[in-house]
């Protein structure tokens, strides 16, 4: 017990480290990892000791969810399997499934052999240990959402932080060992398992404060904060990590750490944006709660153009108008620029009351409609709406008489487990194609704007292209700023305006389900547009970041990409908190160094 004592502090400390005391823990890890079936292969007795370890039903031996389809695909229950998979809510608490079932061509939700229904920090700890020290491919999931599969792997043993759920407010919280060099603030700290939709109902429903995180209801809370983390709000916020003020992790030797800018500052500074599942397991996370605006508003509206030309007219005024009066911190989400000649707004807003949201719109609507022959309008009473900024994410009656919020519909679920209906698609989606990349703001200057709306419509021949204008922090707060510049995201983040996005997907599907297969055709058709759309993008910006979360699969130069300038810091990190490479992930820190598959590493 000395001994492995040792060991476990000498990979905390690698740069005063007796190496050789390291020599057998880099020889395991060099022979790789094992497979169910192989002599090194935990032995069922193996299994039950660590399960009698953990107690109670924290060890599960997981079961396909796809089973009841594999053998009778029109039978009752794979229909009703399919159904269920449309609730986000369903996904999440199902411990073999995730929220996306696949990318045709890259992956497909496949579940570990088994997992550790976490409820406490030290589950997660035996579980690395365990994994550890029989060479086990290790998968962490919370939130389970993640386009790149990075929760899913077969033959693994799963860390399932679902029922770590915790959300705790703090009316003046200061990290461990910054007392005295901290001021005190309000904070909140949630569990490694909760989901967006419940830490706002705590923090802003019920608590009148206002925490930055994502967009999507039922994204997790802490895949998104180490992803780097927007929301509809990021313009004003800032990015998620930029709110943490500490983390609770799990590292690769076992031990518990807590990371803040005063303990343990480069692992809370890796853990800001250098991608869950590659430096640790975060189990709890403490964010800073900002005050709650007076309100918050929408603004949706569709305009269809007769023609090219008249659509490429559309795009240079409505690029014009984002860059005179909403490149800004009042305004977020997305506007769309669509092949068949429509624009789509679907668009957020902060600090405004709805008549000076309307006043801001005034001029762009009154451009479109002084040309009716160019331009067809979607008129609604609702196109620009507003709400107390504290009900925005409750289930009024108002919101979901009109469709605005949508709610769990399995029977007894909690009535806090809400979602935006726009969101809906997204569970149980195949993905087909991705890409994405972040479009500096000096292409929004007079002199270059009209190279900027030519490859926009030029991209819009090919594909949809999506302007997250709140994935792009230029025109943020001071304050956002320097708190986003101290984390591990790419640089590129701070100086554009919107993150460009073109994704295609499919509805719920799984390889050898009759009726339920993925179209592989129609996917390699639609990457192949996406791709078009994006070269397009690349001639004005020949070497764009991409945003870690919202990405390509097959992304060449993924180290540059997400990361920039700050990946050979993040993989000192990697080398000092897991220089075994427990933790691996697709395109993660030190992925490079291990297969695709993550069970071979490389000479």
Wanted: proline residues 6%; aromatic residues 10%; neutral net charge.
């Amino acid at each position: 017990m000395r001994r492995r004592r040792l060991v476990q502090l000498a990979a905390a400390t690698p740069f005063a480290t007796p190496w050789g005391l390291l020599a057998p823990a880099r020889a395991a890890a060099a022979a790789g990892r094992v497979r169910p079936g192989d002599t090194d292969w935990p032995s069922d007795a193996q299994w039950q000791r660590f399960g009698e370890r953990l107690g109670g039903d924290a060890l599960v031996k997981v079961q396909s969810p796809f089973t009841p389809c594999l053998e009778a695909p029109a039978g009752p229950a794979c229909t009703q399997f399919f159904k269920a998979v449309r609730n986000p809510y369903f996904l999440g608490d199902e411990i073999g499934l995730t929220q996306t079932l696949g990318w045709v061509g890259a992956w497909t939700s496949s579940p570990s052999v088994h997992a550790v229904a976490a409820r406490s920090t030290a589950d997660v700890a035996a579980a690395i240990d365990f994994a550890r020290d029989h060479r086990l491919r290790l998968v962490i999931k919370g939130g389970g959402h993640s386009f790149q599969g990075t929760s899913s792997a077969p033959d693994s043993l799963l860390v399932w932080t679902r029922r770590m759920n915790q959300v705790l407010l703090h009316d003046a919280f200061v990290g461990k060992g910054c007392e005295g060099r901290a001021a005190p603030v309000r904070a909140v700290s949630v569990g490694a398992g909760a989901v967006w939709a419940h830490v706002y109902d705590a923090v802003t429903s019920r608590g009148g404060g206002y925490v930055q995180g994502g967009g999507c209801m039922t994204v997790g809370v802490a895949g998104l904060v180490q992803s780097g983390g927007f929301g509809s709000f990021s313009k004003a916020y800032g990015l998620a990590s930029g709110s943490l003020l500490e983390a609770e992790v799990v590292t690769a030797d076992g031990q518990v750490r807590i990371a803040n800018a005063c303990s343990e500052p480069e692992l809370f500074w890796g853990l800001k944006g250098g991608g869950g599942g590659s430096l640790g397991v975060v189990t709890r996370l403490t964010l800073k709660v900002h005050a709650l605006p007076e309100s918050f508003g929408a603004v949706n509206l569709t305009i269809k153009a007769s023609s090219a030309p008249a659509f490429r007219r559309l795009v240079g005024l409505i690029v014009d108008f984002y860059a005179a009066a909403l490149h800004n911190p009042h305004w977020g989400e997305q506007i769309r620029l669509r092949p068949d000649n429509t624009l789509r707004v679907a668009m957020v807003f902060q600090g405004l009351s709805r008549a000076e949201a309307q006043a801001v719109w005034k001029p762009f609507l009154d451009a479109v409609d002084a040309a009716p022959e160019a331009f067809e309008t979607e008129y609604s009473p609702l196109r620009i709406v507003s709400t107390s900024a504290r009900d925005f994410w409750s289930p009024t009656l108002f919101k979901r008489m009109f469709g605005f919020i949508s709610t769990d519909d399995r029977p007894g679920a909690p009535a806090g487990n809400v979602f935006w209906p726009g969101d809906q698609r997204q569970a149980g989606q195949v993905l087909h194609g991705y890409q994405s990349a972040w479009l500096p703001a000096a292409l929004l200057q007079p002199e270059r704007r009209e190279a900027l709306c030519d490859a926009l419509f030029a991209a819009s021949r090919h594909w949809g292209v999506s302007l997250h204008v709140n994935k792009g922090l230029a025109g943020a707060p001071a304050e956002a700023l320097a708190a986003a510049r101290d984390t591990a995201m790419n640089p590129a983040v701070l100086d554009a305006f919107a993150l460009a996005i073109g994704g295609a997907d499919g509805p719920p599907a799984f390889p050898g389900v009759a009726g339920h297969e993925p179209d592989a055709a129609l996917a390699q058709r639609q990457a192949a547009a996406i791709g078009r759309a994006f070269d397009e993008l690349r001639r004005l910006v020949p070497q764009p970041g991409s945003y870690l979360s919202e990405s390509n699969y097959f992304e060449p130069d993924w180290q540059r990409s997400f990361w920039g300038g700050n990946y050979p810091r993040l993989l000192a990190a990697k080398e000092r908190y897991d220089p075994d490479g427990l933790f691996f992930v697709h395109h993660g820190v030190g992925s490079e160094r291990w297969s695709a598959d993550g069970f071979t590493r490389k000479a």
